[in-house]
């Protein structure tokens, strides 16, 4: 199921930016008032919104994308409806195609199942496992001497992680004041992990989970999740499902959010609040 989701994201993003370009094409030859209007809004919205979040990376979005949706609807409308013989039936399959991909994409593709085992749950102790940080292995033991917040992220290609990690990156001081240590967890090479970290103006730690191992100690792994062709860039195809959660001194979770939509993720001030309530200041 799950490389089938990583065929999707990749045909769906380029398929939109393909009918839209169809589309404008088409009514560069039509006349704006043709069945092609319907298309290039229904095809535009995945485009616009994948171009948005790509140039200006945000850490979370609306569950359910009520303006891409809107879009499709409206736009598949318009290419029933405009006058444009012969190739209204052209343009209202390619608009239903892109309402289609939207809502396969939002529905589907976005949302995770439950969390593969219960291994990572508030109150319970963090399992073993092992990251690696500047070619050195570290055991959980070593990791939860003090308290902590872990953010397993899928890499540097995902424009939603490396926001998240900018908003972390924001609330340094905050947590460093309560004298929290922040772990940034990713499958990805260090190379890539460094190179994100020098963009940080903070002095967070950026992990390596070699082969998800640790993703795969929580039930937080996903397997095949990365896009498909994002190999060719060196990127692992199993992906940790994006996931937050705070430990205590000693390793206790106080705090855990395993999102089942990959694109709504908990605001920052979540964290400081759960630290605050649990005394760690």
């Given at each position: 199921?799950?490389?089938?989701?990583?065929?999707?994201?990749?045909?769906?993003?380029?398929?939109?930016?393909g009918g839209l370009i169809t589309a404008l094409l088409m009514i560069s030859e039509q006349g704006l008032i043709s069945p092609w209007l319907g298309t290039a809004l229904a095809c535009a919205g995945p485009t616009v919104f994948f171009s948005h979040i790509m140039l200006m990376p945000r850490a979370r979005t609306s569950a359910n994308l009520n303006i891409v949706i809107?879009?499709?609807?409206?736009?598949?409308?318009?290419?029933?409806?405009?006058?444009?013989?012969?190739?209204?039936?052209?343009a209202a399959i390619a608009a239903a195609v892109g309402l289609f991909g939207?809502?396969?994409?939002?529905?589907?593709?976005?949302r995770f199942g439950a969390p593969g085992n219960a291994?990572?749950?508030?109150?319970?102790?963090?399992?073993?496992?092992?990251?690696?940080?500047?070619?050195?292995?570290?055991r959980t033991a070593e990791l939860t001497a003090k308290p902590?917040?872990?953010?397993?992220?899928?890499?540097?290609?995902?424009?939603?992680?490396?926001?998240?990690?900018?908003?972390?990156?924001?609330?340094?001081?905050?947590?460093?004041?309560?004298?929290?240590e922040v772990y940034l967890v990713s499958p990805q090479s260090?190379?890539?992990?460094?190179?994100?970290?020098?963009?940080?103006?903070?002095?967070?730690?950026?992990?390596?989970?070699?082969?998800?191992?640790?993703?795969?100690a929580l039930g937080i792994k996903v397997k095949d999740g990365l896009p498909a062709g994002f190999q060719a860039l060196g990127y692992p195809s199993d992906v940790p499902r994006p996931t937050v959660f705070i430990t205590?001194?000693?390793?206790?979770?106080?705090?855990?959010?395993?999102?089942?939509?990959?694109?709504?993720?908990?605001?920052?001030?979540?964290?400081?609040a759960v630290l605050d309530q649990h005394a760690i200041v």
């Open positions: 199921m799950n490389l089938l989701k990583s065929l999707f994201i990749t045909l769906y993003i380029f398929a939109g930016l809107a879009a499709g609807v409206i736009g598949t409308l318009l290419s029933l409806l405009l006058p444009g013989e012969p190739s209204v039936a052209a939207s809502l396969v994409y939002v529905f589907w593709y976005s291994a990572l749950t508030e109150g319970g102790r963090l399992p073993e496992f092992t990251l690696v940080e500047h070619g050195k292995s570290f902590a917040l872990w953010i397993f992220y899928r890499g540097n290609w995902c424009p939603l992680c490396v926001a998240q990690v900018r908003e972390i990156a924001a609330q340094y001081r905050e947590l460093a004041r309560r004298g929290v260090e190379n890539a992990s460094q190179s994100l970290a020098k963009q940080m103006d903070a002095p967070m730690r950026f992990m390596t989970d070699v082969g998800n191992h640790a993703a795969e205590g001194a000693g390793g206790q979770v106080i705090f855990c959010d395993m999102t089942d939509n990959y694109r709504v993720r908990p605001e920052p001030a979540t964290f400081l």
